[in-house]
């Protein structure tokens, strides 16, 4: 049986155990629920005995409102597992978790007020999960209807290709499952200095960048039996033309694929995924190849 794996909220209700738990009954999927809590317990200098007590209180207290969560928003019948782990950090617990190839997925409410240079664990689960991750707004679009992917189209690199394939396959699965439409789309985006020195023409550029795609659009087609008509493509940056037809169709979910980053370039400089992310109004499904 396939199965997600939901990190509960901190704090607050949260959206991350009711989305996780519908998303998880629509596909059919068993769910194990993890929630977090932790303290420098040693900074308050207590014995080793009454730390332990301490640190089995603060356990028991997260577990029952955890639990009471997961019976408030889980599905008859379902099955949902409960593990409460004390763990500073989330990102390197569940990435370890993920390693095996146990989930299909993990769910999380995301937090965007980070700074571009602070790696919180959002940005660290899109770049180093193994797992695809899908990182639950907190605030919506009213009426949401189509899940709504986004594919790299231009690229003749096999590994990218790939994951195209891959990424537009698990979105017409989840719009099958949610009872919703499947919108895709590309952004075709010019190269700044080109456009800023007016070396190229930017109707003809776009215009080419098109028929160059169609090669790449019939495969995709044929292989998830999509029409050709669905495939849509429009000019800009991708963060924006993604952002924009989001918010024009409603989308409950953007499906798109993620390169993961290491070093500094990765915290400085984050991905088309992690700038997506930043304005937002929906959940976000994260593909790694």
Known sequence: MDKILIIADLEGVGCATPRGLELAHR???????????????????????????????????????????????SRAGQKVGLKVVWEKNIDRWVNRQCAGGKYRGVVKTGNRTESLVHTSTDWQLLRECPA???????????????????????S???????????????????????????????????????????LVDPIAYVKQAREAMRPAISKLAAEHDIPESAFRSKRGPVEKVITSRAAKVRAQIVVMGTVARTGVKARLLGNTAEKVLRHMKTDVLAIKP
Request: proline content about 4%; glycine content about 4%.
């Open 132 to 154: 695809p991750v899908l990182l639950v707004a907190k605030q919506k679009w009213d009426r949401v209807k189509p899940v709504l992917v986004t594919l790299d189209l231009s």
């Open 27 to 73: 596909l059919g999927f068993e769910v194990d629920v993890v929630a977090f809590t932790y303290a420098p317990l040693k900074q308050l200098k207590l014995k080793p005995a009454e730390q332990v007590k301490v640190k089995e209180r603060l356990l028991a207290e997260r577990e029952e409102v955890v639990q009471g969560r997961i019976d408030k928003h």
């Open 156 to 198: 003749e690199v096999a590994t990218k290709q790939k994951l195209n394939s891959k990424v537009l396959g698990q979105a017409k699965g989840l719009a099958a499952a949610l009872g919703v439409e499947l919108e895709i789309i590309t952004a075709i985006e010019i190269p700044t200095l080109l456009a800023d020195l007016d």
